[in-house]
């Protein structure tokens, strides 16, 4: 694994009503660590997933540099979506096993639907899965392909409280053994919290960085609501400017 480094000087898409363009991201710079686990937060709008599709490379029309840092190879990326996007007429198991490379072996895939609670579920239709499942089963498929950078996009959103937080302790359990760099979209800043290692703060359009925070918190103690609250409090009071952004 290396650093990643975005550079974006400007992403801009044509003015919907007029002449002119709507400028999405100008002179964004962003370092993700090598293994690390990094949230965006911003407000609706704010160009959050357009950054995403960036790095992802789903889209090149823009000002600016993605890059590796050093000789390492192109990054392999995994990208979850809000939607799980499970093909309809396969079952969980073939669902996962189209994202592998050939030859990969399946004992990985084994062992990631047991963490998840889905080998008894694996020869099942996405249609018998309740959303909590099939958000499972997504994040099953975006780690089996041993990624060196996993893209999230607001993946756990709509989802009740219980079964969000322990969507997310399963994230982690499994990031834990299979450490790689995160990107991780979130409109929740105590979800933020308890996941990262580090906030990065986006503007309103045209979006730009507004702050960097470590998070201190040792991943232990991160299901203690109080520790995430009081952390919460803090960050808010030195920078009172972020309340609006949530």
Not at 158 to 180: F, G, K, N
Not at 226 to 244: D, T
Request: aromatic share 6%; with cysteine; hydrophobic share 40%.
């Amino acid at each position: 694994m290396s650093r990643i480094l975005i550079d974006i000087r400007n992403k801009a898409y044509p003015a919907r009503h007029g002449s002119g363009e709507h400028r999405a991201i100008e002179n964004l710079h962003i370092e993700l660590g090598a293994g690390e686990f990094v949230c965006l937060v911003g407000p609706s709008g704010c160009g959050k997933t357009t950054l995403l599709n960036l790095i992802a490379g789903l889209d090149r029309q823009f000002e600016g540099t993605i890059k590796t840092d050093g000789k390492a190879k192109t990054p392999r990326i995994a990208y979850m979506f809000q939607n799980p996007r499970l093909l309809p007429w396969r079952t969980v198991r073939e669902n996962i096993d189209l994202a592998l490379p050939g030859g990969q072996d399946g004992k990985a895939v084994d062992h990631l639907l047991e963490v998840m609670g889905l080998s008894q579920s694996q020869g099942q239709y996405p249609e018998r899965l309740s959303l909590g499942m099939s958000r499972r089963v997504a994040l099953v498929r975006a780690f089996a392909i041993q990624p060196t950078l996993l893209l999230m996009d607001e993946p756990f959103v709509s989802l009740d409280a219980p079964t969000a937080r322990r969507v997310r302790q399963l994230l982690i359990r499994v990031w834990l053994e299979r450490p790689h760099t995160v990107m991780f979209v979130t409109h929740d800043l105590r979800e933020a919290i308890t996941l990262a290692d580090r906030l990065v703060f986006l503007s309103a359009p045209p979006t730009t960085l507004l702050h960097e925070v470590a998070v201190d918190i040792p991943r232990h103690a991160r299901e203690d609501e109080a520790e995430v609250e009081a952390f919460r409090n803090r960050l808010i009071s030195g920078h009172p400017e972020i309340s609006a952004l949530l």
